[in-house]
Structure formats: structure tokens, C-alpha cells
């Protein structure tokens, strides 16, 4: 079957950096996706990487490895903001999305 | 701009009754998703529309029904709801292409007593 992993909830400290891991084995590859939803909104996108390497946009960067099915996100100089639930996703051979169950970050001060 | 609007955005629901979700985008996008989110779980697909006049089934799509009369409205229906069907449902939306971010609606909650 298809699966995607990522923690359930992780917290780090205002200021800081953190990295959140995704493990996926799909039926295919073509691209994966972080989004970021806070809670009781809807999801936004943060980034996309189909190709192996480091993909960086301000304060957030996304790692793809595809020959170890493995994905993070590093979000650098945490703000209080940045406490939300990030969601992993990838498009499978069909380009169907499969959803991880998403990792909640908590941002102490 | 407002991308796409859902409502209700929150709905109690007697067990039994029928209910239509409401997805209404303007940015043409071609392709429409309906989206149900459970605590623990990931984003499940229910329906999905790559364009006008076509639709097809996702990961969960017993008890519901979509219907995509034009590109700009893709309403979910349950036609006679169980309390296994609470939940936060999210219409979804992306451009032509078969990659490319999602655009998501704020989301309506129901909850079937």
C-alpha cells in the first residue's frame, strides 16, 4: 500500500530551527508538496521539490531524497506564527496526492 | 480575489438528512477536489473533477456525491448522512497540469447527531 510518515508533534523554541521528516512509499513518484495549515484554516502551499535537493524559499527549505523515499522541511528562525500543522504530500504514478496525517509544531517562547 | 468559497461553514445535521456542500471557485481552474480531514488522519480524497462534465471517485467516496456542471461550481452532496460522516471537508482547486499547488477553501465543518 501507499504510506506517508511523519511525526505527530514536535516543538522547538522561538528563534531556533527545526526539521520536519517525511517517509513515503508510493506507487510511483512525481513530486512532493508541504503545505501549512493552522489550525482551523486551510491548508497553504509551501513548497514543492521533484528533483533531488534543496529547495529554498526565505525562512523555509524542503530536502527531497528519492532513492530513500525521505523528505524535511527546515523552517530557520522560528517565529510564534510558525506554530501550525505541516502536512507532507506526494503525487503518486497516477498524480493522485496521498496525505500524510500532517505533524503539528509547537512554538514555545 | 476571492479563489474559492465554501459554505456552509458549519452545519449540525440530523442523521438522515441530505446535505449539499457548496464549492464555488473564480480563478478557472480546471481541476476540483473534495477533501474530507479527520484528527490523526491525512487529507482523504472524496470526489474529484478534472474538468466540466466529468468526475470520478477518490480514497472515500460511499455516501457522497458531486456533480460539475461548469468550471466554477463543484457541490458535494450526502444524500442521507450517518454521524461516520462528521467531519471538516475541504474543496480544493488547481490549474491544467497534472502538478501544481492546490488552492483551498476555508472548509465546512458538519457534524451529523
Known amino acids: 500500500g501507499q504510506n506517508i510518515d511523519q511525526p505527530t508533534e514536535m516543538t522547538a523554541t522561538e528563534g531556533a530551527i527545526v526539521q520536519i521528516n517525511c517517509t513515503y512509499q508510493?506507487?510511483?513518484?512525481?513530486?512532493l508538496f508541504w503545505y501549512q495549515q493552522h489550525a482551523g484554516e486551510a491548508p497553504t502551499f509551501l513548497s514543492y521539490?521533484?528533483l533531488d535537493g534543496l529547495e529554498e524559499k526565505g525562512r523555509f527549505s524542503s530536502f527531497l531524497s528519492r532513492s530513500k523515499g525521505y523528505s524535511y522541511l527546515l523552517l530557520k528562525e522560528l517565529q510564534m506564527k510558525d506554530s501550525a500543522s505541516y502536512l507532507c504530500?506526494?503525487?503518486?504514478?497516477?498524480?493522485?496526492?496521498?496525505w500524510g496525517a500532517g505533524t503539528k509544531l509547537i512554538i514555545k517562547p | 480575489t476571492a479563489g474559492i468559497t465554501q459554505a456552509p461553514t458549519s452545519q449540525i445535521l440530523a442523521a438522515g438528512r441530505s446535505m449539499t456542500l457548496r464549492c464555488t471557485q473564480d480563478?478557472?481552474?480546471?481541476?476540483m477536489y473534495w477533501y474530507r480531514q479527520d484528527l490523526g488522519l491525512g487529507l482523504r480524497l472524496i470526489h474529484y473533477?478534472?474538468?466540466?462534465?466529468?468526475?470520478g471517485k477518490g480514497e472515500v467516496p460511499d455516501g457522497y456525491s458531486v456533480s460539475r456542471a461548469n468550471t466554477d461550481d463543484f457541490p458535494l452532496t450526502l444524500a442521507s448522512a450517518v454521524p461516520s460522516q462528521t467531519s471538516v471537508y475541504f474543496c480544493?482547486?488547481?490549474?491544467?497540469?497534472?502538478?501544481?499547488?492546490?488552492?483551498f477553501g476555508e472548509g465546512s465543518r458538519l457534524t451529523v447527531l
Open positions: 480563478m478557472r481552474h480546471n481541476a
Open positions: 480544493a482547486s488547481k490549474d491544467r497540469g497534472t502538478t501544481g499547488e492546490l488552492f
Open positions: 521539490n521533484v
Open positions: 508510493t506507487s510511483g513518484f512525481n513530486g
Open positions: 473533477s478534472n474538468t466540466a462534465g466529468t468526475t
Open positions: 504530500a506526494v503525487s503518486d504514478g497516477n498524480y493522485q496526492l496521498i
